[in-house]
């Protein structure tokens, strides 16, 4: 049951190590520590996405900084309360991670696969210049009655196919995890910059045939 549940959410990436590490939490005496990862993108730019690491698994006293990595693991959530609300905060959950000398040009630096279900009613729009965008939210599941909430964004035909889909519909879905930045207005002089990380999604499909309405 574990395994199957695993294969539910699966995260390959390559990249940088940009960071130190970050003191996260403890369960049962193991610490896990945050540190973030640079992936290229097809483009010129670059993704920024935080990892989280077990001190099981990497001697978190050391310095990896400009280190090429690869990471296998999953793309978990949970609810951080701050400003009188939650927010939900996405990190990559590390189970492997190996060092690497370095980057073929055809390597697939980001892939990201989740099957889970649609928890909120899809938002389908239109940018002002007419492209479609559709945004989701897949609950996916864990062992022992947990789950996480990914947020997904669609564009062109998956945007229109998905914008159809319902609350409880079982999907599944391949792309990328993305970092993106915006200014969140905290009153009316102040604003400051996030970053938001989501799934872009570029292939995507209702899991069992009989969820198709």
Excluded at 77 to 97: D, T
Excluded at 118 to 147: F, H, M, Q, W
Aim: glycine share 6%; charged share 30%.
């Amino acid at each position: 049951m574990t395994d199957k549940v695993i294969e539910n959410n699966q995260v390959t990436v390559m990249g940088e190590v940009v960071s130190g590490f970050t003191f996260s939490h403890d369960i049962f005496g193991e610490g896990f520590y945050m540190m973030n990862v640079s992936c290229k993108r097809l483009s010129e730019s670059y993704d920024v996405i935080p990892v989280m690491v077990s001190e099981r698994l990497l001697d978190v006293s050391k310095d990896y900084i400009g280190e090429l990595v690869c990471i296998h693991g999953q793309f978990r959530s949970y609810n951080r309360h701050e400003e009188r609300k939650n927010k939900l905060v996405l990190s990559v959950f590390a189970r492997e991670i190996h060092f690497i000398d370095e980057m073929e040009e055809s390597s697939k630096t980001n892939q990201i696969f989740l099957d889970g279900y649609i928890c909120k009613e899809p938002i389908y729009r239109k940018t002002p210049l007419g492209r479609e965008i559709a945004d989701l939210l897949l609950a996916v599941n864990r062992p022992y009655g947990k789950s996480d909430y990914i947020p997904c964004i669609c564009w062109g035909r998956n945007a229109r196919y998905s914008g159809n889909f319902k609350v409880g519909d079982k999907c599944a879905v391949w792309g990328r995890i993305q970092s993106r930045e915006y200014m969140k207005k905290l009153d009316e002089e102040n604003v400051e910059k996030r970053v938001a990380f989501e799934v872009s999604v570029s292939k995507l499909e209702l899991s069992d045939v009989s969820d198709v309405r």
